[in-house]
């Protein structure tokens, strides 16, 4: 089963820094700027089995000279990142109307790179190319926290935490800033979900949904050689709009019910899986170890379902194996008492309730210290502030009603 994740990640931020690169004209004013995280996963052939390398670009990287300003209509801006042992990502530039674009991402990777990738039984380079993954209003900057995931033959390549702008007239960012999709609909209403946990109606002519009940917290592990490698607590549903056979959207709700869900998994040195199925649905969650900052991840996740006799496609699967989710340091655990929601694809989501999961270098079967996620931090936050604004009011009405009551006073005389 193919496996993966698409979620969106802009509060929980990124394993690795990001980097900044700049192309500059023969005059060296700067006509490209660049500040982002980009990760990567390439599938490839060993002697045994096909393998997945995931890996970061480097903060080392550099602007190769094949990067450059363009010139007039003859070429376009190119910025060419180089790093490792001849491999390279390539950002294409154009522009139309009142917007530029990277028209085309070009990555070169070298199969005989054997710190990459061990092993591999076909060497030399490969080449894979996706059209147009971002556009912005020319003389903005453009701004995207959240993941932007570009799928292409055996390699996922995924963006965040980007600051970008080509076509600089000043050298130096634009102050507007050009939103990509992903952080607006971080922002917006999930799939709408029903009471049930499994559900299937036609959003435009149904009910008004209400929220379900949350799903139960099930306790799950994965034991390896060298004793307990994944250790989680979470509470699993999942969220699936589909194509009935009369052309409407249905939705299927369900809430795994953990004494009812079967587990299993395996583990080595530097990943990790836990399957999870329930009656005829399997969530596959993939954990991966960046072993340079020591820090462990939910790298992808993969859905199997049957959906309801009205879908027009009843077997259904989802996939997505470029993220960086649920992240803490080996040795501690990540938890989570908010609810987030991994959306797998545009049809797919994974929400995990009160989720608490450690990978690699468990002591016995116990969590090891706590990392809280960033959305339980601003819950906390949120009303801290709003005690400290009350605080404040009434100490404000306080002083107010002390210096009127002491300017009555000073009105009256002693006979």
Sequence with gaps: MARGLLAAAALLGFLQASSSFEVKDSSGKVCILADLTVAFSVEYK?????????????????VDSQSSCG???ASHPILVLDFGGGHSLSLNFS?????YQVEELVFHYNLSDATLFPNSSTGGMKTVSHKSIIQAHMGTQYRCINSKHINMKNVNVTFSNVTLEAYLTNGTLSVNKTECAEDRVS???????????????SPTTGPAPTSPPNPTVGKYNVTGPNGTCVLAYMGLQLNITYQQKDEKMGLDLLNFVPHNTTSSGRCDNTSALLNLTFEKTRVIFQFALNATAEKFFLQGVSVSTTLPSEAKNPKFEATNNSMSELRASVG???KCSSEENLQVTDQALVNVFNVQVQIFKIDGDKFGPVEECQLDENNM??????GAALAGL???VLIAY??????SHAGYQTI
């Design 187 to 201: 922002t917006t209403t999930m799939v709408p979900t029903t009471p049930k946990q499994t559900t299937s109606q």
């Design 332 to 334: 501690n655990s990540y």
């Design 402 to 407: 002390l210096i009127g009551r002491k300017r």
């Design 95 to 99: 522009e139309s109307a009142d917007k």
């Design 394 to 396: 009434v100490l404000i």
């Design 71 to 73: 010139k007039d209509n």
């Design 46 to 62: 060993t002697n045994v089995q096909k393998e997945f390398v995931h890996f970061f670009l480097p903060q080392n990287a550099s």
């Design 381 to 386: 936050l949120i009303p801290i502030i709003v």
